[in-house]
């Protein structure tokens, strides 16, 4: 009999360290930039990925606490430290105020004043959003997919490399897609649970099911043709020796997208789509084959 995982001390549950994973979007640049080699290049995108996580656990601590009520009532989140009691309430301002002080104050020492400029930007979204416009529907998904698309603008301007408007074009509807996933989620749970708080769907009804499902495989699909659209291009045609290897990018996103939205609509995703990825195999040979065919296109 196989034990069960140690949980991890309930003030670290507070600072969500699985969510740290979403900073490896921090890298794009560098990796995209095909230079991976550099190794100061690449810690110096290491440090600005751990402020980051500073940054996000700070503001996770923050909604948490704005969202103690709601999530004492939801049949997952109210697991949460702060919902379950485990961790002091009256402890959440001061670890999340200290938290972001701290990854603002080594964001403008350490790194490019831009870098810190977005680092501000990004707290102050997030605090919009977790005091205002969550409660939006559809402005929420938005919001969440900028905070996605912040950490790729973030890492190019630690390592002071442009970042290419297709890429966050690109990384604007596939990461939107994502955002509709997370609420097409929620949706479900609320339409099999009636007694669900109407606070943990977001503003949204469960009658929206469809509309935000459309919404989130059509976002999904635009990101594939904005990639396709890529292929074509005068920057991708300079960048790549056999650009024409590039194109197998499209069905390898178009399967994963596809694919991704079918466990979705069957009700197999967890709570939360990032986790569901980090998780899942088939996820991480799709990245593979993807970083593999972006080198054989560079250097072959």
Not at 31 to 45: C, D, G
Not at 68 to 74: G, L
Request: aromatic share 12%; proline share 7%; hydrophobic share 55%.
């Amino acid at each position: 009999m196989t034990r069960p995982l140690p949980q991890l001390p309930p003030l670290l549950q507070l600072l969500r360290p699985h969510q740290w994973s979403k900073n490896v979007l921090l890298f794009f640049p560098v990796v995209l930039a095909h230079r991976i080699s550099e190794w100061p290049l690449l810690l110096t995108t290491a440090v600005a990925a751990g402020i980051f996580s500073l940054l996000a656990s700070a503001v996770y601590v923050i909604n948490d606490y704005l969202d103690v009520e709601a999530d004492r009532q939801h049949p997952e989140k109210k697991n949460r430290p702060l919902a379950a009691g485990t961790v002091p309430l009256s402890w959440a301002p001061f670890i999340g105020g200290g938290l972001g002080l701290v990854a603002l104050t080594l964001a403008f020492t350490l790194l490019p004043p831009m870098f810190g400029g977005v680092l501000l930007a990004y707290l102050l979204a997030n605090l919009a959003y977790s005091s205002l416009l969550k409660h939006i529907p559809i402005l929420d998904a938005v919001f969440l997919t900028l905070m996605f698309v912040a950490r790729i603008y973030a890492g190019g301007v630690a390592g002071e490399i442009p970042v290419s408007v297709w890429l966050l074009t690109f990384c604007l509807f596939f990461f939107l897609s994502i955002a509709f996933a997370k609420r097409v989620q929620e949706l479900q749970m609320a339409s099999e649970n009636v007694t669900l708080p109407t606070q943990n769907t977001r503003g949204y009804r469960t009658q929206d099911l469809p509309c935000i499902s459309q919404l989130g495989v059509g976002s999904g699909l635009i990101s594939v043709l904005v990639l396709a659209l890529y292929m074509k291009s005068d920057e991708m045609i300079h960048q790549y020796k056999s650009p024409l290897y590039l194109w197998l990018l499209c069905p390898l996103m178009l399967f994963w997208i596809g694919r991704f939205w079918l466990v979705t609509f069957r009700g197999q995703m967890s709570h939360d789509p990032i986790l569901f990825t980090l998780k899942d195999k088939v996820s991480y040979i799709v990245l593979i084959t993807v970083m593999a065919v972006i080198q054989i296109a560079h250097w072959v």
